[in-house]
């Protein structure tokens, strides 16, 4: 017998089977024929991780400035409301998972979107007369990051376009990029407490584009759109026929002075896949829930996308089952107290940061509205020594170990963000030394020496 022989053997009846015979005893004539190719091993990284690139995370994770050994680490980087400690999250929250926890009925796997008890429940929750909801209409997911991600796989093919905000949340462009999803950036005006410049815009839209994303309330910025800017923006989206991805993590965290709108009641035309989840409102990261509410009133999305996202997320069969199951206590049983004691102390924070800085030559904070963010223009020309918001944040950490991003992670150079969730001392702290830091490196420009002297 031939030292490898295949067989194909087959009744007619049944499908054919490959019978594979070995014989190590002899010559093989697989060998014989590969004898032109020399085996060598040859792994390189997927085209798709070749492309994926989350600016904030690398400058995070690879900074390598050290900080000042004779001052504590102040770090107002990332926004992770737990961190420091001082924000937990009620204990009806935690209770609400060990119940689930200890009720032993949610160890195994749910469906990809979601038990549908937990769907009923966001559903009820999110429901209002100018956009309502059932259980079909939610998408449970592992947390807000993945909402948008099923989001832009189920809207755009690679060579299309999103249209993303600058200064936006660097996970649009990693996300989009990573699928080869062209990304065009619209702007925000930080003068108008960074609205959208809708003329730029709508320059923005061909016939290859396939979806917007608004981000209200918005990380970086902490600014809360009006309703009447965002009914400007649908009329836009209306007019060019472009869906929107909303993403609203930051629901309803609005200071005192302004109202939060949530986008799909203010429109029975464009269709909107709104985007949120449990980790800010509800200050537990970690936790990986979030959701995609589908509102599409008109039929425009139709089955083909509610399918389209169904598929998408059988690839990882959704998110933690312990949180789904604590999901209706979470939602039903969080007291009122707790979002305003949060709110409060948000508000208190922002107003102490802007007013700290705002005294400051060479700096322009842009006064927050909402979220956790605060945004910070620097005036380059003040501080020649630094070639940009990169170098000047990187000297922060090394002379003031204050730790900020620089815009530059947000599309957005010569501004730097700042996270308020620290406790207030630090907060202060942290302005008292960026202050410190300013007065250091603050130079005249050329020809102010007039205002220099006032």
Not at 15 to 39: C, E, F, H, I, Y
Not at 86 to 115: C, F, H, R, W
């Amino acid at each position: 017998m031939d030292p490898y022989v295949i067989q194909k053997n087959g009744n007619g009846t049944l499908p054919p089977v490959l019978d594979v015979q070995v014989n190590t005893g002899g010559r093989s004539s697989v060998q014989g024929k590969m004898k032109g190719r020399k085996a060598r091993w040859c792994v390189r990284p997927s085209e798709m991780s070749n492309r994926t690139f989350n600016p904030l995370r690398g400058f995070v994770d690879s900074m390598k400035v050290k900080t000042n050994p004779n001052k504590a680490l102040i770090s107002l980087s990332i926004g992770d409301p737990t961190v420091f400690g001082n924000l937990p999250t009620d204990p009806e929250v935690t209770q609400a998972m060990k119940d689930a926890l200890d009720s032993g009925k949610y160890n195994g796997y749910a469906p990809s979107i979601g038990y549908l008890s937990s769907r009923e429940e966001i559903a009820s929750y999110y429901h209002c007369p100018e956009a309502p909801l059932e259980a079909k209409d939610v998408i449970l997911t592992s947390g807000c990051s993945q909402a948008i991600e099923l989001c832009l796989a189920v809207l755009a093919n690679p060579g299309q376009n999103i249209l993303v905000p600058r200064p936006g949340f660097s996970l649009y462009k990693t996300l989009a990029e990573s699928m080869g999803i062209e990304v065009k950036l619209y702007n925000l005006l930080p003068e108008k407490s960074w609205e959208i410049d809708l003329k730029q815009l709508e320059s923005l839209i061909d016939e290859k584009t396939a979806c917007l994303i608004v981000n209200n309330p918005s990380n970086p910025c902490g600014s809360v759109f009006s309703k009447r800017h965002l009914q400007k923006i649908l009329a836009v989206a209306a007019r060019q026929c472009v869906p929107i991805l909303a993403d609203e993590i930051y629901e309803n965290m609005v200071f005192s002075d302004c109202k939060y709108e949530p986008l799909a009641p203010l429109s029975t035309d464009v269709p909107i896949l709104s985007c949120g989840g449990l980790a800010k409102r509800w200050l537990v990261p970690g936790w990986r829930l979030g959701w995609i509410l589908i509102h599409d009133r008109r039929d425009i999305f139709g089955n083909e996308i509610r399918e389209g996202l169904v598929k998408l997320s059988q690839r990882i069969l959704g998110p933690c089952t312990i949180v789904q199951g604590a999901l209706e206590s979470i939602l039903h049983r969080t007291p009122q107290e707790f979002y305003h004691n949060t709110l409060s102390f948000l508000k208190s924070n922002a107003d102490l940061c802007y007013g700290a800085l705002v005294a400051i030559p060479g700096l322009q904070p842009v006064c927050p509205s909402g979220a956790m963010y605060l945004m910070v223009g620097i005036e380059m020309e003040h501080f020649p020594e630094f070639e940009n918001d990169v170098e000047f944040t990187e000297r922060l950490v090394a002379e003031q170990s204050v730790h900020c991003l620089p815009a530059t992670c947000f599309e957005y150079p010569n501004f730097f963000r700042m996270v308020i969730t620290v406790p207030e001392v630090m907060m202060l702290e942290a302005c008292s030394r960026i202050q410190e830091f300013c007065e250091q490196h603050y130079h005249c420009a050329e020809g102010s020496q007039e205002e220099c002297d006032k």
